[in-house]
């Protein structure tokens, strides 16, 4: 029998049946956490001194402030039964009563979204020509089958520009910070390119899910009492001395039945490895077992977004209500977006205060997530002052930057991840998860964490338990 290896940095030669997970992030985490269900062997090796990637919560001032993700939008249940098995079900929290409310800032002034057709049409959102233009959506035709087509493209056929550069601006902003006329609808928004394929017009689309689910109303966004990091924390102590810290992968080589992963300070043999990494760390790790998957990999565009947290104790005067508000690039702003965190969670700022979360960034100002801090907080106060009123300094002040924060699902991006999965049928046991791939979103890794497991366990004769 293989000798099962001790915790510590230094393990040595493992067993070659066991699974290698490079990458702590939430996928990686996942991942390995979901195999060691189905009783597989897993190693999961990450470079940085911490587990959970982007996902990381902190405490200061009473302020539990969220450097990464703000919540999660758990569609599928998958997030929540994830939680329910490590045992912190009973932290996921809701938002408020009104944290549901959005708005965004348009023509100079902020504007509420609202929740049913016949307020949007009675709205200030868009002008009247913009609406009636909205009129014709029916009318819509499909576009050419196989044709992969831009966010933007796809949003003036069904939507006209204005709302296009409006509504569909504006919630991309809030996933991906990127450009419309670049990022894939079939890619970032398979639901929308759903919903034309099969019924041609996206109202059409949306009465006949209404007729088919009377009563559903929008899923809302979750979080964890304390703070997303509880997800990635408990999968952490779940795996206990298998997840390494400060063991950066640093060569992956083919070996006779499965692979030869050397980090620092160990060297292991698997069966099979999964990358869960940034795509530019696993292009690197790539570039001498298949340099043409390095090449896909580097292709894939990733954005700068700066995170400036604002805190107020006590509370503003007026504090805002609501989940926050997104700006469109139309708009030509120097923020993308403000997250009213106290507001929509309370728990996240002490007893009467106020904590505001403000992006900065994104495809079309990266340069402005590189400003110094100084200059950067004074643009973000300069645009709350305009936008929310918020006159009072504030009592807190975080910087966070994440210079490669978001992968953009641009056009070609389906095509790409085609020939990445067909080069890689010839190199088995080489497996990639994360979110530069088919979903960004906390929720997205999870579920397409699970299904990987789940095809691992299959595959290799296992017990499903998950």
């Known amino acids: 029998m293989d000798k099962e290896p001790s915790g510590g940095a230094n393990r040595g030669l493992v067993t070659a049946s066991r699974t290698v997970v490079i990458g702590g992030g939430i996928s990686g985490l996942t991942v390995a956490w979901a195999l060691r269900t189905h009783g597989a062997p897993v190693l999961l090796l990450e470079a940085s001194d911490r587990l959970g990637g982007q996902i990381r919560s902190r405490r200061r001032d009473g302020f539990v402030l969220e450097d990464g993700p703000n919540g999660f939008l758990d569609r599928d249940g998958s997030v929540s039964r994830l939680a329910t098995?490590?045992?912190?079900?009973?932290?996921?929290?809701?938002?408020?009563?009104?944290?549901?409310?959005?708005?965004?800032?348009?023509?100079?002034r902020l504007?509420?979204?609202?929740?049913?057709?016949?307020?949007?049409?009675?709205?200030?959102?868009?002008?009247?020509w913009s609406k009636a233009r909205l009129m014709l959506e029916p009318l819509s035709k499909r576009g050419?089958?196989?044709?992969?087509?831009?966010?933007?493209?796809?949003?003036?056929?069904?939507?006209?520009?204005v709302a296009t550069e409006t509504l569909l601006d504006a919630m991309q902003t809030g996933i991906f910070a990127g450009d419309i006329e670049k990022l894939s609808v079939r890619a970032a928004f398979p639901r929308l390119h759903h919903m034309e394929r099969s019924h041609r017009s996206l109202l059409l689309a949306v009465r006949a899910l209404r007729r088919a689910h009377p009563g559903a109303g929008a899923p809302r966004l979750g979080t964890i009492e304390g703070g997303l990091q509880t997800l990635p924390d408990a999968l952490a102590r779940a795996l206990g001395p298998d997840a390494l810290t400060g063991?950066?992968?640093?060569?992956?080589?083919?070996?006779?039945?499965?692979?030869?992963?050397?980090?620092?300070?160990?060297?292991?043999s698997a069966r099979r490895v999964v990358l869960a990494t940034p795509p530019n760390v696993t292009a690197q790790l790539l570039e001498s077992v298949d340099p043409s998957v390095a090449t896909a990999l580097r292709a894939i565009h990733v954005v700068p977004v700066t995170v400036v947290h604002l805190g107020w104790s006590p509370r503003l005067d007026?504090?805002?209500?609501?989940?926050?508000?997104?700006?469109?690039?139309r708009e030509h702003r120097r923020i993308l977006g403000t997250i009213y965190a106290s507001s929509a969670f309370p728990f996240r700022a002490p007893g009467g205060g106020t904590l505001l979360t403000t992006l900065v960034g994104g495809a079309h100002h990266p340069e402005l997530a590189a400003l110094p801090d100084a200059e950067l907080v004074q643009a973000v106060r300069e645009e709350l002052q305009t936008m929310l009123g918020i006159h009072r300094a504030p009592d807190l002040v975080d910087v966070v930057r994440w210079p490669r924060a978001i992968p953009q699902y641009e056009v070609g991006h389906h095509a790409r991840l085609e020939a990445i999965a067909l080069t890689l049928r010839s190199r088995p046991g080489l497996l990639l998860a994360g979110n530069a791939y088919r979903g960004p979103g906390i929720a997205d890794c999870v579920r397409e964490g699970l299904v990987l497991a789940d095809s691992i366990a299959r595959m290799s004769g296992m017990h499903a338990t998950v």
């Not at 098995?85 to 100079?108: C, H, M």
């Not at 050419?144 to 520009?161: I, N, Q, T, W, Y």
Request: proline share 11%; charged share 20%.
């Open 85 to 108: 098995a490590l045992g912190i079900g009973d932290k996921l929290r809701g938002p408020s009563p009104t944290g549901d409310r959005r708005a965004i800032f348009v023509r100079g």
């Open 111 to 128: 504007r509420d979204l609202p929740a049913s057709p016949p307020r949007f049409m009675m709205s200030g959102l868009l002008p009247p």
């Open 144 to 161: 050419a089958l196989g044709v992969d087509e831009s966010l933007g493209h796809f949003g003036r056929r069904h939507l006209g520009r």
């Open 247 to 268: 063991a950066a992968a640093v060569a992956l080589r083919p070996e006779e039945g499965g692979w030869s992963v050397q980090w620092s300070g160990g060297s292991a």
């Open 318 to 329: 007026r504090e805002p209500e609501g989940f926050g508000f997104l700006v469109p690039a």
